[in-house]
């Protein structure tokens, strides 16, 4: 690795890594691959998927770098290390344990890339406006205020059951209507989760 990069800015790094660079990649691999390991760690707590995990984000930017615009490298490695997360439990038992960390965490910066999530949320919040105004108000509730099941019932003079039995009329009809994105709408679903 040539030590004249060592001082060099992301976005100067990928100026080279576009143009072909291994050592300019080395450098950006050296700079991130210890934090993105610690951050999936945090996450998911297996040394051997958390390993994986990054080494393919690394694999992913390599291979991409020729046609990926990133405008902030360090948020979208991170985000990166969280779709994987999300994707490597979706099939798992997904116990509220997970649900929380997830939660808790914060999302990064905007990427280009992320447009089809944007377009996909976007679909989302259409739909939802879509569904009958009690229902819609009870997902709303619980998905992006956040509130527990108990406390939208009795801000809305509901019974628990009721309120679950909306929720889960609700989460029915995005699955119908998002079938082809299966993942984003879990991802999505996950990030506003609330028992």
Not at 102 to 115: K, M, W
Not at 173 to 194: D, E, K, P, T
Request: hydrophobic residues 45%; charged residues 25%; contains cysteine.
């Amino acid at each position: 690795m040539e030590n004249y990069l060592l001082p060099m800015s992301d976005d100067e790094l990928q100026k080279l890594i576009f143009q072909g660079n291994s050592d300019a990649f080395a450098v950006i691999f050296n700079r991130y691959w210890k934090k993105l390991y610690s951050y999936a760690f945090k996450i998911y707590k297996e040394e051997a998927i958390c390993e994986d995990i990054v080494q393919e984000i690394f694999i992913s930017l390599w291979k991409n770098s020729g046609n990926t615009v990133i405008l902030n490298l360090e948020a979208y490695l991170f985000r990166a290390v969280k779709y994987r997360i999300a994707n490597q439990i979706r099939n798992l038992k997904f116990d509220q344990q997970h649900l929380d960390v997830l939660e808790s965490i914060p999302a990064p910066h905007n990427t280009v890339n992320d447009i089809e999530y944007i377009e996909f949320e976007k679909g989302i919040m259409d739909d939802i406006n879509r569904l009958t105004p009690k229902c819609r108000e009870v997902f709303l509730l619980s998905r992006i205020d956040q509130f527990t099941n108990a406390e939208i019932a009795d801000r809305l003079s509901l019974s628990i059951h009721t309120v679950e039995k909306h929720i889960s009329n609700a989460l029915k009809q995005l699955r119908l209507n998002h079938h082809s994105n299966n993942f984003l709408l879990f991802y999505w679903a996950a990030l506003f989760y609330v028992n």
